[in-house]
């Protein structure tokens, strides 16, 4: 059942995988066994997403009632902390690990934050919308239905060997002549990337897809080429050294929070929190 309920939420047989930690062939096999035993269809192929078929809409409801039911069994003391799911994209992410979760928690340590990675904004929005997630962070408004509030920009910069001579800034235009590591092709992230160079007007030649983001970073270490991320203050992994450099004009990705119209108290406190971290930084537009 959790698996049902990770499908739905992430959208993808590959993010709902890895969200539960396990292999997508062993994900497909298990989901097969319950459609088998229920005598139903759950999911259909919808390009490279998953939809619910045509009456599945109750299974995936009991399915919720059922790993509630299992969270509350495994149990809850009195005084433990409570659990507040947020959904994000792994590259926003990022950003509001280092940006804001650390100040909510010191200031909030009765409540646990769980961190739900989707497979791009399309994912996350559908995590909120179904309830999984209380809150969504994303890099692109939410569609009618939910609340959006447009929080902040994050900077992208080039993560880079810390041996390669560029300029820093680097002008937009020199990414033609910069070898990058982008995610794989016909993944979600991939088509975010692609978009943002063609908005930029350039074409960086490719020398590694992948879309394991700590492939990343060890590929960057040893030289193998640069890639682009919210800027940090930390390195990619512990003990790797690389260089970030600033874009000339900079390169600013807005960010959304998206969440039903009910919150909780926890959730309420934790926009509060992102809203705080966003109004302290210096706000533009990507054209």
Same mark, same amino acid.
């Given at each position: 059942?959790?698996?049902?309920?990770?499908?739905?939420?992430?959208?993808?047989?590959?993010?709902?995988?890895?969200?539960?930690?396990?292999?997508?062939?062993?994900?497909?096999?298990?989901?097969?066994?319950?459609?088998?035993?229920?005598?139903?269809?759950?999911?259909?192929?919808?390009?490279?997403?998953? $939809? +619910?078929?045509? %009456?599945?809409?109750? =299974?995936?409801? !009991?399915? @919720?009632?059922?790993? /509630? #039911?299992?969270?509350?069994?495994?149990?809850?003391?009195?005084?433990?902390?409570?659990?507040?799911?947020?959904?994000?994209?792994?590259?926003?992410?990022?950003?509001?690990?280092?940006?804001?979760?650390?100040?909510?928690?010191?200031?909030?340590?009765?409540?646990?934050?769980?961190? $739900? +990675?989707?497979? %791009?904004?399309?994912? =996350?929005?559908? !995590?909120? @919308?179904?309830?999984? /997630? #209380?809150?969504?962070?994303?890099?692109?408004?939410?569609?009618?239905?939910?609340?959006?509030?447009?929080?902040?920009?994050?900077?992208?910069?080039?993560?880079?060997?810390?041996?390669?001579?560029?300029?820093?800034?680097?002008?937009?235009?020199?990414?033609?002549?910069?070898?990058?590591?982008?995610?794989?092709?016909?993944?979600?992230?991939?088509?975010?990337?692609?978009?943002?160079?063609?908005?930029?007007?350039?074409?960086?030649?490719?020398?590694?897809?992948?879309?394991?983001?700590?492939?990343?970073?060890?590929?960057?270490?040893?030289?193998?080429?640069?890639?682009?991320?919210?800027?940090?203050?930390?390195?990619?992994?512990?003990?790797?050294?690389?260089?970030?450099?600033?874009?000339?004009?900079?390169?600013?990705?807005?960010?959304?929070?998206?969440?039903?119209?009910?919150?909780?108290?926890?959730?309420?406190?934790?926009?509060?929190?992102?809203?705080?971290?966003?109004?302290?930084?210096?706000?533009?537009?990507?054209?």
């Amino acid at each position: 059942m959790r698996y049902v309920v990770a499908i739905v939420d992430c959208g993808t047989m590959s993010a709902a995988a890895r969200h539960v930690h396990v292999s997508q062939p062993a994900l497909t096999r298990a989901v097969r066994r319950l459609e088998a035993e229920l005598g139903v269809t759950l999911f259909e192929r919808s390009g490279r997403n998953v $939809v +619910l078929a045509p %009456g599945a809409e109750r =299974v995936v409801d !009991s399915a @919720r009632r059922i790993c /509630a #039911e299992v969270e509350r069994l495994q149990g809850r003391s009195p005084g433990a902390t409570s659990a507040l799911v947020v959904s994000s994209t792994p590259t926003v992410a990022t950003w509001f690990t280092e940006r804001v979760v650390p100040n909510f928690v010191r200031a909030r340590p009765d409540v646990r934050i769980q961190m $739900v +990675l989707g497979d %791009g904004s399309d994912a =996350v929005e559908g !995590s909120v @919308r179904s309830g999984h /997630a #209380e809150i969504g962070l994303m890099d692109r408004p939410a569609g009618e239905g939910l609340v959006c509030r447009s929080l902040s920009h994050a900077e992208l910069v080039l993560v880079s060997p810390d041996t390669l001579e560029l300029p820093d800034p680097l002008p937009v235009r020199l990414l033609n002549t910069v070898p990058l590591i982008v995610p794989a092709a016909g993944s979600v992230r991939r088509a975010d990337c692609d978009l943002l160079f063609r908005r930029l007007g350039v074409d960086p030649p490719v020398v590694l897809e992948t879309n394991d983001r700590n492939a990343w970073s060890r590929a960057v270490a040893s030289g193998v080429g640069s890639s682009i991320t919210f800027a940090t203050t930390e390195a990619l992994s512990p003990g790797i050294t690389v260089r970030q450099r600033r874009f000339d004009p900079p390169i600013l990705i807005p960010l959304h929070v998206a969440h039903r119209h009910s919150l909780s108290e926890a959730a309420a406190a934790f926009l509060a929190a992102a809203h705080e971290a966003g109004t302290n930084l210096t706000t533009g537009i990507m054209e």
